[in-house]
């Protein structure tokens, strides 16, 4: 059996993180509703980027290119989500731009507009052990960009 050169488990790295977190955003948007402020967005936005080099890594096994782009685009989500932190935590001040859910579900459009909470990027809607979300997701996002970076650097010893 050959030794793992990093970039399988890179590669697996690479797609489960932000399959793993997008799948624990939407869980808490739909199943406790936790919705997302606009800065919520960013981190996922980071991560769907990452979703498409993670996956053609498995078209192209031999190549480090798109696991590093993936890690990449994870490690984007990671300082979006310490910025959002510091902003939750009131280090720092972050932007005005917060969203609201809106549905109409029939009734009156601008009554659901009016009506609809404001989801402030300056609150965290939820904690544990006091890390807000946007904390979270640095915490793994960063953890795993640098795994994946230091397996890559691995597989690439192991290729020479």
């Not at 406790?32 to 936005?45: D, V």
């Not at 996002?141 to 010893?157: N, V, Y």
Request: overall charge positive.
């Amino acid at each position: 059996m050959a030794k793992s050169n990093g970039l399988r488990p890179a590669r697996w790295l690479a797609l489960a993180t932000p399959l793993a977190l997008l799948g624990g955003a939407y869980i808490g948007e739909y199943a406790f509703g936790l919705f997302p402020c606009e800065m919520c967005w960013w981190q996922r936005y980071a991560h769907f980027a990452a979703l498409a080099p993670a996956l053609l890594a498995f078209a192209m096994p031999r190549s480090r290119v798109p696991i590093a782009l993936a890690a990449l685009a994870i490690a984007v989500s990671a300082v979006i989500g310490a910025y959002h932190a510091g902003v939750e935590y009131q280090w720092w001040e972050g932007l005005t731009a917060c969203t609201s859910t809106v549905t109409a579900s029939g009734g009156n459009p601008l009554d659901a507009i009016m009506n609809a909470p404001l989801v402030r990027c300056d609150v965290a809607q939820w904690t544990l052990f006091g890390v807000s979300l946007a904390g979270w997701n640095f915490l793994f996002s960063a953890a795993a960009a640098l795994a994946i970076a230091l397996l890559l650097r691995r597989g690439g010893k192991a290729a020479r």
